[in-house]
């Protein structure tokens, strides 16, 4: 599903000079795979996901996504690659707080092929549990119920790749629980694979799988004291 070869990545540092922030020799995870890599703040593990999504350009490398190398599309066409693949959940949400609940989950749909889909939206916004709030604001919502808008906006395109930024950060530990086994539930369900980052020991002990982020990246590794 996802195989990363030679990626790189770096940018303008205060003083003009360029800091690679990423170089990873090789990275791969399975259709359906579940994997979390362990990383504290600053060990580029953010910039790693917005590369895989097609957020930020690569500087060279490949990231190839079911057969299609993200990293050597132009930036419309890696829009359209990640509303057709990929599913983003991010720490702080990042919920259009003008738009309702249920239109932040459509909206998640729109650039997709199949497009925006009222039925699937309100179906998946009843089962994290807010099919009573589809017409709610996310600033009327608790952190958790924001939470849960988020996953339900990240699978409405029926993702083959998962990715989870830090996804129980801002929350506490009853809905970081609930939060981090309603995303693998439905990751397992629609038989996406899901890539999780995370610095809490307690959501890294959820899988069978951890890396320590460091041993893939070598800028990390390069750069620490």
């Known amino acids: 599903m996802l195989d990363v070869r030679e990626l790189r990545k770096s940018f303008t540092g205060p003083e003009g000079a360029r800091v690679e922030v990423v170089r990873i020799p090789q990275f791969a995870l399975a259709a359906g795979e579940e994997r979390a890599l362990r990383g504290e703040s600053g ?7 917005n590369l895989v999504a097609g957020i930020l350009a690569a ?14 599309l132009p930036e419309p066409a890696r829009d359209r690659l990640r509303a ?3 599913g983003y959940i991010f720490q702080t949400f990042n919920l259009l707080q003008g738009y309702t609940v249920i239109e932040n989950v459509v909206l998640g749909m729109s650039f997709s092929p199949g497009g925006a889909d009222f039925r699937r939206a309100r179906e998946l916004l ?9 017409e709610h604001f996310p600033r009327q919502l608790s952190t958790g119920q924001q ?5 339900a906006r990240a699978l409405a395109n029926r993702p083959a790749l998962v990715l989870a ?5 801002n929350l506490d530990r009853r809905n ?3 939060s981090l086994a309603l995303i693998r539930e439905a990751c397992r369900e629609n038989g996406a694979a899901l890539l999780l980052v995370s610095h809490d020991e ?3 002990r959820e899988f069978g799988r951890v890396q320590d982020f460091a041993s893939l990246n070598v800028a990390a590794a390069e750069g620490a004291p």
């Open 84 to 86: 057709a693949k990929l």
């Open 202 to 204: 307690e959501v890294l």
């Open 147 to 151: 939470q849960r808008v988020a996953v």
């Open 43 to 49: 060990c580029g593990k953010t910039t790693f996901l």
């Open 165 to 169: 930024d830090e996804p129980t950060g």
């Open 126 to 134: 009843g089962r994290v549990g807010l099919g009573h709030r589809l």
């Open 59 to 72: 500087d060279s490398g490949i990231i190839s996504i079911d057969g299609t190398d993200m990293a050597a």
């Open 176 to 178: 970081s629980r609930e």
